[in-house]
């Protein structure tokens, strides 16, 4: 399931226009422990729908919608999907659902991993 919840949010980051501005961060937990974090950081999630954007798609799967960045405690590392690409987004991997920093760079697959 946390793949199909990811693709949801980064698809809608895909089908916004650049303006300016930023759409924030989407964050998931279980048990009251951070699971994962989206930092939507590419041209493409700006604009003025942006937000609204990512801030419904996050909402509806009953994730935490913020505007500061993702907190990196407990956290294994980050992985950056698209980088440097208008699509760019940053996940923050926690150790509440990545029960090791393997698995967490596994997550990550070919994409630039920075340990936290």
Do not use: H, P, R
Not at 31 to 51: E, H, L, N, P, V
Not at 56 to 82: F, H, P, R
């Amino acid at each position: 399931m946390k793949k199909g919840i990811l693709s949801v949010l980064a698809l809608v980051g895909f089908s916004l226009s650049a303006c300016g501005g930023s759409a924030g961060t989407c964050s998931y937990s279980t048990d009251s422990k951070a699971t994962w974090c989206i930092q939507y950081t590419g041209s493409a999630y700006t604009g003025s729908g942006a937000a609204d954007a990512v801030k419904t798609a996050c909402t509806g799967i009953k994730g935490t919608y913020g505007t500061t960045e993702c907190s990196k405690t407990d956290a294994w590392g980050v992985c950056t999907m698209n980088k440097g690409q208008a699509g760019e987004i940053k996940y923050t991997y926690y150790k509440a659902f990545y029960t090791t920093v393997d698995a967490a760079k596994a997550a990550c697959g070919t994409n630039d991993w920075v340990a936290n």
